[in-house]
């Protein structure tokens, strides 16, 4: 077992190597990460005591054969001697107790359908080869998810479960569901299920998802139980998200790569993209653009739109100036009008753009983008404009406890990420209250911008998915303060510019967000590491400054590659405004978030491949909210000042979770680091 005067020696070792300092570095930590998952909606009233006008013609059809006391003809009893009736039997009643039956939404039908689509689509899905065929269930819920359709077959003999080749269809449960899905998805998102076995306990289930217009089929869930009908939603709306999310992807690169022939500037990409959308979101522009046959004008209608949507949006009629004059390049650029290629680009963004946002709501799609069309271009990375994930924009909102009456302000707001993500949240809260979510939309979302191009880009993304609406305020958060303060805002969220080239610390962005904070009320911000690091000059001051106004709640070290390809060391910082930190006796949480399962891919950027971030981010949030203290992971320590704020120089090490591979890493970027420190802010 390794010892710690084992890894010292190493340490030391690699370190006079890659620097070759006499210098002995800190002992270093290990980490572990755990998942989790869970999740459960409610359900509703039987569909058979819904009125007239409580359901479609389709449901009640569906409703009258549901459970229905004489079903289809049982199929035959098997070469086996084994019943198929007792199958369809258990996976009846296993649904009813899963509350299938008392979901107003969901209908439920055995071997036949009341949809003219899914029945079309079967048509010719015999086993036989010829004539109609139909699975033992199809489950489906128009009003939840309109383009998904369930079916489930059953065979009485787990030995006839599920073939080799996946084509013998009439005697294997999976085979047999398998090609009900494969007619159903020529037009359907489709969860087929196996179920085979004559009780409960010797049942094989498995689950496999096929999507529209999808060559390939994947399992999904575990196996030899069924779920209730909102695990399947999940599960279905996570695979259709990331096909979706891919092709966006896909297409958002090809955009870039085109613009970039067209010879269209960088920020103007953004804008031009952003202001399309706007457009679209007229119902005049959106219903009659395809009828032009002349770019000039179409550019002149384009934004004419714009424009009025930002009337709309409570902006001062100076900022729509503004705003209308970055957006009149589209009326003069030579590719656009000259060449014809706006009424091609508008129309390629409303049938590959649009159908994600509307699918996806609050989707930060214009951040995304806005990063895609930077990846020709190096100015907005050097003056320090770093755009937060979204994953972990979600994560801020939930370290602090946003509800559906925070007022959250954002002073550098950039293209807006955590205000959109904050009302995601709000807005799930506030559970379908309109008038509370207008009020939302309308006055709890609070963002500053200094920048022109950037500000346009956040005046359209909360336009985009605000219903209009918004509260970005122009100008240098430092003198603009005060008008973020009317608000009485609750909770800070912010991703501070990087290396200002003003010189201002990103630490001072944070105060300057705290003091527009209600008292009590919570801030976090992520920050470069340099900054918790500050022991003596002007950061330290800073630092003292801090503490004599908020108490530090928590600070998290952050994943070394979060921003990539921006190669920035992060934290988060977590404040409670105006109630000053007792350096004395109030200890501070430190957490060591190294690891949120993403991993870097090709064209790709980083992305949860193996879907753990919902079990890691669950962990996290537990261990912050109670303070729990794990060796290797997290620590309570009094800090003050002059101290260090990272977990990384107060955690206990776990020597066994280090092998010697990572820890020789680990001391050669802590050596990296020691060479380059002198080149930042003090």
Aim: glycine share 6%.
């Amino acid at each position: 077992m390794a010892t710690k005067k084992d890894f010292t020696q190493v340490a030391f070792s690699v370190f006079q190597q890659a620097t070759g300092e006499e210098e002995k570095p800190k002992p270093l930590t290990g980490r572990k990460a755990n998942s989790s998952k869970g999740g459960k909606i409610g359900g509703a009233k039987r569909a058979e005591n819904l009125t007239k006008e409580q359901l479609s013609e389709q449901g009640k059809k569906a409703a009258e054969t549901r459970w229905s006391s004489t079903p289809p003809p049982r199929k035959s009893r098997a070469k086996t001697g084994k019943n198929e009736a007792i199958t369809v039997d258990l996976v009846r009643d296993w649904l009813k107790k899963l509350g299938y039956e008392n979901d107003a939404s969901v209908i439920i039908e055995r071997e036949q359908t009341a949809d003219p689509t899914i029945d079309k689509l079967l048509k010719n899905a015999s086993k036989r080869g010829s004539g109609k065929g139909y699975p033992d269930f199809i489950i489906t819920s128009p009003t939840v998810a309109k383009d998904f359709v369930c079916v489930v077959e059953c065979k009485a003999d787990t030995a006839r479960h599920q073939s080799d080749t996946l084509t013998n269809y009439t005697d294997y449960a999976v085979d047999g569901a398998r090609l009900y899905a494969g007619y159903l998805s020529k037009e359907k998102d489709v969860l087929y299920v196996g179920v085979s076995g004559q009780n409960k306990n010797e049942l094989r289930v498995n689950h496999f998802i096929q999507l529209k217009d999808e060559k390939h089929s994947q399992e999904i869930l575990n196996p030899n139980k069924l779920y209730p009908f909102n695990d399947l939603i999940e599960q279905y709306k996570k695979s259709r998200f990331r096909v979706d999310y891919e092709s966006l992807i896909k297409y958002t690169r090809t955009l870039n790569e085109e613009l970039h022939k067209k010879k269209i500037p960088e920020n103007n990409r953004a804008i031009l993209f952003s202001g399309i959308l706007i457009a679209l979101e007229d119902d005049t522009f959106h219903d009659t653009f395809s009828g032009y046959r002349s770019a000039k004008r179409l550019s002149e209608f384009l934004v004419s739109s714009v424009v009025q949507k930002l009337e709309y949006a409570n902006i001062p009629s100076t900022r729509v100036h503004e705003m209308q004059q970055a957006f009149n390049f589209i009326k003069s650029h030579t590719a656009l009008i000259d060449e014809g290629y706006l009424i091609k680009l508008v129309a390629d963004i409303q049938k590959e753009v649009r159908p994600f946002i509307k699918s996806n709501k609050y989707f930060d799609i214009v951040s995304h983008c806005y990063v895609e069309f930077l990846k020709y271009a190096n100015n907005d990375s050097a003056l320090g404009i770093v755009l937060t994930p979204a994953h972990i924009t979600e994560l801020f909102c939930d370290i602090a406890g946003v509800t559906k009456d925070s007022v959250v302000l954002d002073n550098c707001c950039g293209t807006s990420g955590f205000l959109i993500a904050a009302m995601q949240k709000m807005v799930a809260l506030a559970k379908g209250d309109s008038k509370e979510i207008e009020n939302i939309k309308k006055e709890r979302l609070i963002g500053i911008e200094y920048q022109d191009h950037i500000f346009t880009l956040a005046v359209s993304n909360m336009i985009i998915h605000g219903d209009g609406k918004t509260n970005i305020i122009k100008g240098d958060c430092f003198k603009k303060i005060q008008d973020a303060a009317a608000y009485k805002p609750t909770v800070g969220l912010l991703n501070p510019p990087y290396n200002d080239v003003t010189g201002i610390d990103e630490l001072e962005f944070v105060e300057n967000n705290l003091s527009a904070i209600q008292q009590n009320g919570i801030v976090v911000a992520i920050v470069p590491m340099r900054c918790a690091l500050y022991q003596d000059g002007r950061g330290a001051e800073i630092k003292k400054r801090l503490l004599e106004k908020h108490t530090l709640e928590a600070v998290m070290s952050m994943p070394d590659d979060l921003f990539y390809p921006v190669g920035v060391v992060t934290c988060v910082m977590v404040f409670r405004a105006h109630v000053p930190h007792q350096s004395g006796r109030r200890k501070t949480w430190f957490g060591y978030w190294k690891d949120d399962g993403f991993l870097k891919a090709k064209h790709r950027g980083r992305i949860d491949a193996q879907e753990r971030w919902g079990g890691i981010k669950s962990h996290w949030l537990n261990m912050f909210r109670n303070r729990e203290v794990h060796a290797g992971e997290s620590v309570l320590w009094r800090v003050g000042a002059n101290d260090e704020w990272c977990a990384e120089a107060y955690m206990e090490t776990d020597y066994d979770l280090i092998t010697p591979e990572v820890f020789e890493q680990v001391v050669k970027n802590y050596a990296v680091f020691k060479m380059t420190r002198g080149s930042g802010k003090k």
